[in-house]
């Protein structure tokens, strides 16, 4: 049996490539969009794909099926459930996918395991077809490592929340957890995804560490398993409703390789004017010391797909502005969440030399700043933009929790014509954020250099006041 995991961090997402060695016959589950690793390594395996299988309806990201279809002329599965509007097989609970000899070659067997969603599959991988158990279990977004899928996503419209983690309760305790303790756990996200709130940073495990583990799995009756899981998750990112919208409908393949058309920087900043998204992939060192008027800065160092996604309005036509290995990287990770309408790149910020016009410039302060700026003006608006469990931990004072993926819908409460000072954990966040702010209007924004991290230090510091 072959079983090789692709890992993206900065997505936080898996998927899986499972062959029979001797038939060379291979599936893919849950694809990112960018299909070349699997082509890749396939051919060096001496691979033919034929099926992919994607687990659920994804709310975070869109899977790359179409992309390998095209390529490999494999077969696109899903749950027969699966509330999809484009051509998938249908499969269904129960239903083995046979890679090699019926008996004795690699097999998968297919578990409903809703919860997640409702269509959710988990995969038991099988070496051999006639073993009592499973080698491994992909189990999509159901079983997480140290945790479980939220049951309160958009893949799940028209359930509540509690419906669905009294579902999802039963397929783990009627599907999943009488495996054996030695079943290898393949889960679909790590830590730092959304589709959960207290994921692991492993991406392997066995089902017998998850039980000792993992919070969810702990011995509980349905009731105590629908309060722990549904505590604490806050509103899922604004853009999972567009992607979970695509997902459904189908896309077509996309040739991430293409480079977008170059702009010089005013043809860049006239489009900006009508309604285009001007990108900025550099680091917030970069752009607060100058970008291009009217531009929002997602730098490619972190977790640029998906805030990308949280500050883009749907269909909105953008711009990404970079080198040129910066931009034909930010085309490909914009793909990844369906974010297609990239219209043009600026490669080039040299003419702004002699177009100061173009120029901005964003302000940014030091922790000792902010704290004096906090101690002489109450007028100041605090936002910090990270998550709510990060903002209980500690947060600035006064500062009001908005965090990222939600904020181009929840500015309505402040007040555009007053002083705004942004913080996140180190600086990158915010700096998004800040130049969010500015393109909506608000006339005075900072952001704190160093995040909390950096306020803290400074707090730890600072001489204590006099009597």
Same mark, same amino acid.
């Given at each position: 049996?072959?079983?090789?995991?692709?890992?993206?961090?900065?997505?936080?997402?898996?998927?899986?490539?499972? $062959?029979?060695?001797?038939?060379?016959?291979?599936?893919?589950?849950? %694809? @990112?969009?960018?299909?070349?690793?699997?082509?890749?390594?396939?051919?060096?395996?001496?691979?033919?794909?034929?099926?992919?299988?994607?687990?659920?309806?994804?709310?975070?990201?869109?899977?790359?099926?179409?992309?390998?279809?095209?390529?490999?002329?494999?077969?696109?599965?899903? =749950?027969?459930?699966?509330? &999809?509007?484009?051509?998938? #097989?249908?499969?269904?609970?129960?239903?083995?996918?046979?890679?090699?000899?019926?008996?004795?070659?690699?097999?998968?067997?297919?578990? $409903?395991?809703?919860?997640?969603?409702?269509?959710?599959?988990?995969?038991?991988?099988?070496? #051999? $077809?006639?073993?009592?158990?499973?080698?491994?279990?992909?189990?999509?977004?159901?079983?997480?490592?140290?945790?479980?899928?939220?049951?309160?996503?958009?893949?799940?419209?028209?359930?509540?929340?509690?419906?669905?983690?009294?579902?999802?309760?039963?397929?783990?305790?009627?599907?999943?957890?009488?495996?054996?303790?030695?079943?290898?756990?393949?889960?679909?996200?790590?830590?730092?995804?959304?589709?959960?709130?207290?994921?692991?940073?492993?991406?392997?495990?066995?089902?017998?560490?998850?039980?000792?583990?993992?919070?969810?799995?702990?011995?509980?009756?349905?009731?105590?398993?629908?309060?722990?899981?549904?505590? /604490?998750?806050?509103?899922?990112?604004?853009?999972?409703?567009?992607?979970?919208? *695509?997902?459904?409908? /189908?896309?077509?393949?996309?040739?991430?390789?293409?480079?977008?058309?170059?702009?010089?920087?005013?043809?860049?900043? =006239?489009?900006?004017?009508?309604?285009?998204?001007?990108?900025?992939?550099?680091?917030?060192?970069?752009?607060?010391?100058?970008?291009?008027?009217?531009?929002?800065?997602?730098?490619?160092?972190?977790?640029?797909?998906?805030?990308?996604?949280?500050?883009?309005?749907?269909?909105? =036509?953008?711009?990404?502005?970079?080198?040129?290995?910066?931009?034909?990287?930010? @085309?490909?990770?914009?793909? @990844?969440?369906?974010?297609?309408?990239?219209?043009?790149?600026?490669?080039?910020?040299?003419?702004?030399?002699?177009?100061?016009?173009?120029?901005?410039?964003?302000?940014?302060?030091?922790?000792?700043?902010?704290?004096?700026?906090?101690?002489? =003006?109450?007028?100041?608006?605090?936002?910090?933009?990270?998550? %709510?469990?990060?903002?209980?931990?500690?947060?600035?004072? /006064?500062?009001?929790?908005?965090?990222?993926?939600?904020?181009?819908?929840?500015?309505?409460?402040?007040?555009?014509? @007053?002083?705004?000072? &942004?913080?996140?954990?180190?600086?990158?966040?915010?700096?998004?954020?800040?130049?969010?702010?500015?393109?909506?209007?608000?006339?005075?924004?900072?952001?704190?250099?160093?995040?909390?991290?950096?306020?803290?230090?400074? *707090?730890?510091?600072?001489?204590?006041?006099?009597?």
């Amino acid at each position: 049996m072959i079983l090789e995991q692709f890992y993206l961090a900065c997505l936080s997402q898996a998927s899986y490539l499972v $062959a029979d060695e001797t038939s060379r016959r291979a599936v893919v589950v849950d %694809p @990112r969009r960018d299909v070349d690793d699997y082509l890749g390594y396939a051919a060096r395996h001496d691979l033919s794909i034929e099926l992919v299988v994607l687990t659920h309806v994804h709310a975070d990201f869109i899977p790359g099926y179409s992309e390998l279809a095209a390529r490999t002329g494999a077969e696109v599965a899903m =749950a027969a459930n699966a509330p &999809v509007d484009f051509p998938v #097989r249908r499969l269904a609970d129960g239903e083995w996918l046979h890679l090699g000899d019926p008996s004795s070659g690699v097999a998968l067997q297919v578990v $409903a395991t809703p919860g997640h969603t409702p269509e959710s599959i988990t995969l038991a991988v099988f070496e #051999r $077809a006639d073993s009592p158990a499973p080698t491994a279990i992909l189990t999509g977004d159901t079983l997480f490592l140290g945790d479980v899928g939220r049951p309160d996503l958009l893949g799940s419209a028209g359930r509540t929340s509690e419906q669905m983690a009294r579902e999802l309760y039963r397929s783990l305790h009627t599907r999943l957890l009488p495996l054996p303790d030695e079943v290898l756990v393949y889960p679909g996200h790590g830590a730092g995804s959304a589709c959960g709130k207290a994921l692991s940073t492993e991406t392997v495990s066995t089902l017998g560490e998850q039980r000792r583990s993992n919070y969810a799995l702990a011995p509980m009756d349905v009731d105590a398993f629908v309060a722990v899981v549904t505590d /604490g998750l806050g509103e899922p990112p604004s853009y999972f409703a567009a992607e979970v919208a *695509l997902n459904r409908a /189908g896309h077509e393949p996309l040739d991430t390789s293409l480079a977008p058309p170059a702009l010089s920087p005013a043809e860049a900043v =006239a489009r900006g004017a009508n309604g285009w998204l001007l990108l900025d992939l550099r680091d917030e060192r970069e752009f607060a010391a100058g970008h291009l008027r009217g531009s929002v800065n997602v730098g490619l160092s972190g977790r640029f797909a998906e805030f990308a996604a949280a500050v883009a309005e749907p269909g909105q =036509a953008i711009v990404l502005i970079g080198s040129a290995e910066e931009t034909r990287e930010g @085309r490909m990770r914009l793909a @990844r969440v369906g974010l297609d309408a990239v219209s043009g790149a600026v490669n080039d910020l040299t003419p702004l030399v002699a177009r100061p016009e173009l120029l901005q410039t964003a302000s940014r302060v030091t922790a000792a700043l902010a704290a004096d700026l906090l101690d002489a =003006a109450a007028d100041v608006q605090v936002v910090d933009v990270r998550g %709510p469990g990060e903002h209980a931990d500690g947060a600035l004072p /006064g500062a009001v929790n908005l965090p990222l993926p939600r904020l181009r819908t929840s500015l309505g409460g402040l007040d555009r014509h @007053r002083p705004v000072l &942004v913080h996140c954990a180190g600086g990158y966040r915010s700096s998004t954020a800040a130049s969010v702010m500015r393109t909506r209007g608000f006339t005075d924004v900072s952001d704190l250099i160093g995040g909390y991290a950096a306020w803290s230090e400074h *707090l730890a510091e600072r001489p204590p006041a006099r009597a």
